[in-house]
């Protein structure tokens, strides 16, 4: 028999089917609710709320499980690529080197972006920060690709609208990068895969030689990977809900970076950064820093702390954290910062604020402290996590357009004034 939920409303009884998943999640399933009820639930931030069912990503929080398409995280950091875990996350299963070969090719012939990007690139002062400028980049895909805005395109020409958001955003946010700089930018160089032909379109100066170093680029790789998919967050969720409309997947995509720059997703990367430094600056007191963080009314949190999902540890900040030492290492890098950055996490992971409120260190702790080491500016690290979870949000996209999922709606309770009669205040 299968198991059901009993919900009792003012005396009265209703029974709801349980959902179960492939690792045992259980999920009260309340579509029938307002139809049978007439009342709605409310989960403020979506808490408690599954919005889909997925087979891209599990993860378990309490036991700081992560795995894309059942393969784990350390697995796939360690043995894979950036583009076989996008094509992993996308169709389902790794490919063949065959299949690998082909997307690999697809990607490299698409790199290109039509030159007028370049006019609209000059009209963004240095000043504009590189998230708003990918964002409004991979929007005006719309217009060069006015067949992407048809929802009812056959899969072929869905394909090629994933080939080029993958082949293209190296280029956007290497060009992101240039506009900031205010240098020129530079093209794509095809003999390199994704990591490597971005590193080189951001760092290479005119009139200079630029070598890609390995050991970067393979840091680099990691971290991709490691930002790759974290099922229903807040960027995802947006992708899915902006997609859900039938809006184009360039302009789903655009929203998702959009919704992953504040600095409670992914824009903590950079401010994890500025906030060491700002504890360096002030002499490295960090008891000081963390009183501050558990003082409700000082608006401070420790950036890089705590997760909505992860209650015991992140695994991916495991990874970062010793990937951040054999980079430093490598590099012969001797960053202070990184010093700031045990201290603070040793004293949290033994104050009674942070363990009561299962407060550790997420994966945007450490990688601040690589990126650094691998000389990327720190206004761009955002946009490497942009980078890392396009693969995430195009599969998300995929999923929900294949399982033709309705029109993302929620209710609310309203709780403003009720009818009144207009009456005039002022003069007009
Ligand atoms: N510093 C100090 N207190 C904190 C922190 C923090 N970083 N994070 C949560 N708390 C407290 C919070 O004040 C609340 O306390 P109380 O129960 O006394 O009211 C309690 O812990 C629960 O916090 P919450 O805000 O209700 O938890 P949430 O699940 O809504 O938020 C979070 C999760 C990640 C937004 C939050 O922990 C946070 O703001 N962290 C800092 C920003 C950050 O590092 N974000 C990156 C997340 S990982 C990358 C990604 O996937 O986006």
Redesign the pocket.
């Known amino acids: 028999m299968s198991k059901t939920a009993e919900l009792i409303i003012d005396g009265k009884s209703y029974v709801f089917p349980l959902v179960v998943g492939s690792e045992n999640e259980v999920a009260v399933d309340i579509s029938q609710l307002m139809e049978k009820t007439g009342a709605v639930t409310l989960d403020l931030?979506f808490?408690n709320t599954g919005s889909t069912k997925s087979a891209i990503t599990f993860l378990d929080g309490d036991k700081g499980i992560l795995r894309y398409r059942g393969y784990s995280i350390e697995d796939l950091a360690e043995k894979s690529n950036f583009i076989e875990v996008a094509y992993l996350l996308i169709f389902g299963e790794l490919p063949t080197q065959e299949q690998y070969i082909k997307f690999s090719d697809d990607i490299r012939t698409h790199t290109l972006v039509h030159e007028d990007i370049k006019k609209m690139l000059d009209g963004f002062p240095s000043t504009a920060h590189p998230m708003g400028v990918l964002a409004s980049l991979f929007c005006s895909q719309t217009a060069f690709y006015p067949e992407s805005l048809d929802p009812n395109r056959a899969n072929n020409a869905v394909y090629l609208s994933i080939i080029r958001s993958l082949a293209k955003m190296p280029t956007f946010a290497a060009w992101a990068y240039k506009n900031a700089a205010g240098h020129p930018v530079n093209y794509p160089d095809n003999k390199l895969e994704f990591t490597a032909r971005f590193l080189k379109m951001t760092f290479a100066l005119p009139g200079q030689d630029y070598e890609v170093d390995p050991v970067i680029t393979e840091a680099l790789d990691k971290l991709l990977i490691l930002h790759a998919d974290?099922e229903q967050?807040?960027?995802t969720s947006t992708v899915r809900i902006v997609g859900s409309s039938k809006a184009s997947i360039y302009s789903s995509i655009s929203a998702g970076v959009n919704a992953?720059w504040g600095?409670?997703?992914?824009g903590?990367?950079q401010?994890?950064i500025v906030m060491l430094e700002n504890i360096k600056n002030d002499g490295g007191d960090t008891e000081k820093w963390i009183n501050k963080?558990?003082d409700?009314n000082s608006g401070f949190?420790?950036?890089?702390?705590?997760?909505?999902v992860y209650k015991n540890f992140?695994p991916r900040a495991k990874i970062i954290k010793k990937a951040a030492d054999d980079v430093l290492k490598k590099l012969g890098v001797n960053d202070p910062v990184l010093e700031i950055a045990l201290k603070l996490e040793e004293a949290a992971l033994k104050d009674p604020?942070?363990v009561e409120?299962k407060?550790y260190p997420?994966?945007?702790?450490y990688s601040g402290i690589i990126y650094r080491a691998l000389g990327i500016p720190v206004e761009m690290f955002t946009v490497m996590f942009a980078m890392g979870r396009l693969p995430g949000w195009i599969a998300q996209w995929m999923e929900m357009r294949e399982n033709k999922e309705p029109i993302g709606r929620p209710r609310q309770i309203y709780t403003g004034a009720t009818l009144r009669p207009y009456k005039a205040i002022g003069s007009r």
């Open positions: 931030g808490k974290h967050n807040c960027s992953l600095p409670l997703h992914g903590a990367n401010e994890v963080a558990k409700k949190r420790l950036m890089g702390f705590g997760h909505r992140d604020y942070f409120r407060l997420n994966v945007d702790f």
